[in-house]
């Protein structure tokens, strides 16, 4: 697992945002919206060659960052979009909101902790479920989560 | 999309849809709980087998479902997890381990006529719960 990435990932989305090529975005409000976006992010991650057991792992984590954005902030955003280093390419997974933010981040990434409205499985686990991992947390600011899951099958071209 | 419940003898099953909101495993955990005293059933089976994503929220209200379910009376059994849906548990972290599961819905069923079954007083209940059944039809 790549849990720790030499460079950050909000750092380089921040210099040169990746190939927004078949970039998906969907507005986070609402329950449904959490269905809308693993769907899509299945779907995405079915384009991109990854396996059913892997679209699963992608569509279970991106459920897992959308509630948090209707649990916590209210509101939000999901950004989805196929990224390629080649020979290799993957999923980018970006969970974006204005909320009050997370006061102890590493108390959140604790297995087992909980603000009492989940299982306390939520963060931990999608940095267990995905190969990158990466939270950024403001108070008052909003929090975005970057989490990229590696394809296991390399592009050969069109 | 709401989750269709079944009245099967003196079970009730509910059959998972791929796409279920937060909203629908609420209603169906509200609806289950009602149901299992008006039709006085005996054992409820949900069947997983089409759900694209069990994450930590549906994990948690299948639990509390399933205690809500035992409270009034009744046993819940958990059928048709699909592989990949149990790798991506795993590596969550979700665990159900206070809730009955079993492979498929037959499984499930054969679950429940043993469980139902094993008791004089409890195949009395059963039997007239049967009874109570064909009086509806």
Redesign the interface.
């Known amino acids: 697992m790549r849990n720790e990435p030499q460079e950050s990932l909000i750092s380089k989305l921040a210099k040169a945002p990746i190939s927004v090529n078949g970039e998906i975005r969907i507005p986070i409000s609402s329950?449904?919206d959490?269905?809308i976006a693993?769907?899509q992010g299945?779907a995405m991650a079915e384009q991109l060659g990854f396996s059913?057991?892997d679209?699963?792992?992608i569509?279970?984590a991106i459920?897992?960052v959308a509630?948090n954005i209707i649990n916590f902030a209210r509101r939000g955003e999901m950004i989805m979009s196929p990224f390629q280093r080649s020979p290799r390419r993957g999923i980018l997974v970006v969970a974006r909101d204005q909320g009050p933010g997370i006061p102890d981040i590493h108390l959140a990434m604790q297995?087992g902790y909980s603000t009492g409205k989940?299982?306390g499985?939520?963060l931990?686990?999608?940095r267990?479920?995905m190969d990158e991992f990466e939270i950024q947390s403001d108070v008052g600011k909003g929090t975005t989560v970057v989490m990229k899951k590696w394809s296991p099958e390399y592009d050969t071209g069109p | 999309m709401e989750v269709p419940i079944l009245k099967q003898g003196s079970y009730l099953i509910a059959t998972f849809q791929a796409a279920l909101t937060d909203e629908d495993l609420l209603k169906l955990q509200d609806a289950l709980v009602m149901q299992v005293g008006k039709y006085r059933s005996r054992g409820v089976i949900i069947d997983v087998t089409a759900l694209d994503v069990m994450d930590s929220f549906a994990a948690r209200t299948l639990r509390s479902l399933a205690y809500m379910v035992r409270l009034r009376g009744a046993d819940t059994v958990i059928v048709g997890i699909q592989p990949e849906v149990a790798f991506a548990m795993v590596q969550l972290g979700l665990t159900l381990e206070s809730v009955r599961i079993a492979l498929d819905l037959e499984e499930g069923l054969a679950i429940m006529d043993q469980r139902t079954k094993t008791g004089k007083g409890l195949a009395l209940v059963d039997q007239r719960a049967k009874r109570g059944v064909l009086r509806e039809k």
């Open positions: 329950d449904a959490i269905v693993r769907q299945r059913a057991s679209m699963t792992i569509a279970t459920s897992e509630r297995d989940g299982l499985m939520g931990p686990g999608c267990r479920l």
